[in-house]
């Protein structure tokens, strides 16, 4: 697939500094690290899925990890904000540090965590309830707003942040399955943000959009990672080169290679990642 | 005998055309099946099928109505002492005609002169009529097959589609199946619908449904006019409902956070002990439980009414008290209670079916946000699998309300409009079993009484299991 190969990612490989305004943690210079990975092994049940994965995740840049089905790409995700918990039989073993804090030290809750970690799945998964009580539903389990004006004004923000709020702002209380498939996405991109996390992880978000909703994401995650830490799993290597600045290539449950993705795409250090990234395999 | 004889022949000959039929077009193609439009075998069934079906069918049919179409035969011309009896001494003669044709147990009526010549003469030609109708069975069938080969035989060859022929023979016999499921249930209701009507004519139907003396007794009295009031259901409908409300109160809470517990915490292991054992309950028949409500449940709950109402006799609540210390076994309380036992697992694992229908994407996208899990069960799932979980609420609903067993074993026979649980009642299912069991005549109100009863019950649980289904459907469209 030469278009992988287009001349724009090599503008995209240093992390461009932003400064977000409105966050204190992002006051910080961008670039360093947010999540940091070390010796990660994960088992479902006798079955290992991931071995001894050591990754780091820089803040305010987007993280693609790429790979063939089943290589561990995202359980290593799913291991961040420990959505693993909710698979029975699953084990996690090595370190997962969210801003130097061990996510499976038994004094995190999990719920704080996910809290902190926002999650978009392959497929969107907007609760059956109108757009509105879709976007506030994490403010108001977590208490986020103190009023109806300040949970509007979120919802607001929130639907505005994931370029959503010019369609949906007439039409905020009908069912947000109504929405179509790239709508939705936006939708729970939107719920997602509505708690303010540090850290969205994505898990194939637009494996199940046409090539037009996918732009329209793509340009989102750009647009959101000035002021968040974005992970994202996906099996388009395009998708990969144009949205994110750093890129680790997953094969066999083990970590092959990370680095910038123009260093990984013009010049992978890894015969396994140049295999994969031609089309010879995956 | 001879029909038996007759179909075994007709089935060693659809086997022989089958063999036939399938050699016959293996040898069209000089014995290279492969260019058959079919395989080999549907050739063979092809023919055999218009050999044995019709022919079948038709010896069956005969065999099902030869018996009424010779007493039709037989009664076409009565001699003229025939004709003086009385309609149902005619009836009488005419069965002792074919008794002593067929061999059977005449009755004891003595028959003389005339009447003794034309019961002979009757006597020959039954017997003769049965031996025409029988070897005119067969007769017909062999026709019939003989028919069939000479249809179906010629038409086996390399192109004939015999797969598509056989397929639609197969096709027919379903429809025929499902027809006569429908037919049964057309019979069924237009019976209740039938005798109800004749009930009405008795009864006034506002008077039926808006009564409030339910005393069918009246009718057997051969000096007191019928319909005159006895026969108001409401207390019938206010028992039935009060007996579901309780059933109900029980069934709803357990069942549905036993669904909860099941399908959101268990581990799979308890799962898979816990999921089993409540149905189990399921399997126990409904006579158990009533005789566990009417000899275990009535009198614990009875004597624990009567200590508590000992307790309260000479305080503040003397009335209360005295009034405990008369409760009785039978109570709607107790009906109601083992009622709600028996619907129990029925709404655990409709509802726990619902709620595992609900996405795994929608949990994952709620605990993914930072709910807890007892927030996601709150706020996603249960209202995603409300309209389910009401529409097997609705269902038990329409089960308590035709349950029989349990209420006529505990809750007694008394129709009182009560809504006091420790009072007996009696509901619309009790009525119709002490209506229609034992000797009846089927032409007195009090009889039909229980088709009106029937048909209310049917209308009432046919609404409640529509709109329950109705509710499913919507709810299924919503994630599909």
């Known amino acids: 697939m030469p278009s992988q190969r287009d001349d724009s990612i090599a503008h995209d490989t240093v992390a461009p500094v932003h400064i977000a305004v409105d966050r204190a943690h992002a006051s910080q210079p961008a670039g360093p690290i947010k999540i940091r990975a070390r010796d990660v092994n994960v088992f479902y049940g006798d079955k290992q899925a991931l071995f001894d994965v050591s990754l780091d995740v820089p803040e305010n840049s987007v993280t693609a990890l790429i790979g063939p089905s089943g290589c561990g790409k995202s359980t290593f995700l799913r291991s961040i904000n420990r959505m693993n918990d909710t698979i029975p039989g699953c084990k996690v073993t090595g370190r997962i540090e969210l801003d130097g804090e061990d996510v499976n030290d038994r004094s995190i809750d999990p719920v704080v965590l996910r809290a902190r970690v926002g999650m978009v799945f392959q497929k969107p998964n907007p609760f059956p309830k109108t757009i509105f009580e879709n976007v506030a539903y994490g403010p108001r389990i977590h208490g986020i707003a103190t009023g109806k004006a300040e949970l509007e004004e979120i919802v607001e923000r929130s639907l505005k942040r994931a370029g959503l709020w010019a369609e949906v702002a007439d039409r905020l209380h009908q069912p947000g399955t109504g929405l179509s498939g790239g709508q939705q996405q936006r939708l729970v991109i939107a719920r997602a943000i509505a708690v303010s996390p540090e850290v969205i992880l994505m898990d194939e978000p637009c494996s199940a959009l046409d090539p037009i909703a996918t732009a329209r994401i793509e340009e989102l995650i750009d647009e959101l990672r000035n002021q968040y830490c974005i992970v994202i799993v996906t099996h388009s290597m395009a998708q990969a080169a144009r949205v994110s600045q750093k890129t680790a290539f997953f094969h066999l449950g083990k970590l092959v290679e990370a680095g910038p993705t123009g260093e990984i795409f013009t010049n992978p250090r890894d015969s396994r990642t140049q295999d994969y990234i031609t089309g010879r395999f995956g | ?480």
């Open chain 2, 1 to 480: 005998m001879l029909i038996w004889i007759a179909l075994t022949a007709l089935l060693l000959f659809s086997a022989a055309t089958y063999m036939a039929a399938r050699r016959k077009a293996v040898a069209a193609t000089g014995g290279k099946p492969v260019l058959l439009h079919s395989l080999p075998g549907y050739y063979g069934s092809y023919a055999a099928l218009w050999v044995g079906a019709p022919a079948a069918l038709l010896i069956l049919l005969f065999a099902m109505f030869g018996g009424r179409m010779e007493e039709a035969l037989l009664r076409a011309d009565p001699p003229a002492a025939v004709q003086a009896l009385t309609a149902p001494q005619q009836d009488v003669f005419f069965d002792d005609a074919r008794a002593i044709a067929h061999g059977g147990q005449p009755s004891e009526t003595i028959y003389e002169g005339d009447l003794k010549t034309a019961l002979d003469a009757k006597a020959a030609k039954a017997a003769h009529l049965q031996n025409l109708i029988q070897y005119g069975s067969v007769a017909l069938g062999a026709l019939l097959a003989l028919a069939g080969i000479m249809i179906a035989y010629p038409r086996i060859g390399p192109q004939f589609r015999a797969r598509n022929k056989v397929e639609g023979w197969i096709a027919g016999l379903f429809i025929a199946c499902s027809v006569t499921a429908i037919l049964t249930t057309a019979g069924i209701v237009a019976s209740l619908v039938w005798e109800s009507w004749r009930f009405f004519q008795a009864v006034p139907i506002h008077e039926f449904l808006f009564g409030m003396e339910w005393n069918p007794q009246i009718a057997m009295r051969a000096d007191q006019y019928a319909g005159t009031g006895a026969f108001g259901a409401v207390p019938l409908f206010v028992g039935t409902f009060l007996i579901m409300m309780i059933a109900m109160l029980v069934a709803a809470p357990i069942g549905l956070y036993s669904a909860i517990y099941l399908s959101e915490y268990a581990s799979p292991l308890t799962r898979s002990v816990v999921k089993p054992l409540l149905e189990i309950l399921a399997g126990v028949p409904t006579v158990v439980y009533g005789f566990f409500a009417a000899l275990t449940v009535g009198p614990i709950f009875r004597s624990f009414f009567n200590w508590i109402g000992a307790q309260l006799v000479g305080g503040s609540f003397d009335g209360l008290g005295q009034y405990l210390m008369q409760v009785q076994n039978q109570m709607a309380l107790v009906a109601g209670a083992v009622m709600g036992i028996m619907l129990i697992p029925f709404v655990s694992s409709l509802s726990d079916d619902i709620i595992n229908a609900v996405p795994q994407s929608l949990r994952d996208g709620s605990l993914a946000m930072g709910a807890t899990r007892s927030e996601t069960v709150k706020k996603v799932v249960l209202p995603a699998a409300l309209p389910g979980i009401m529409a097997a609420l609705l269902l038990a609903v329409s089960r308590a309300v035709g349950e029989t067993m349990i209420v006529t074993m505990a809750a007694g026979l008394q129709a009182k409009t009560t809504l006091n649980p420790l009072d007996t009642v009696t509901t619309v299912t009790v009525q119709i079993v002490t209506l229609l069991t034992g000797d009846q005549e089927f032409d007195s109100p009090k009889t039909l009484s229980a088709f009106g009863l029937g048909l209310t019950l049917f209308v009432v649980t046919l609404m409640l299991n529509i709109i329950a289904l109705r509710i499913v459907q919507k709810y299924r469209e919503q994630y599909d």
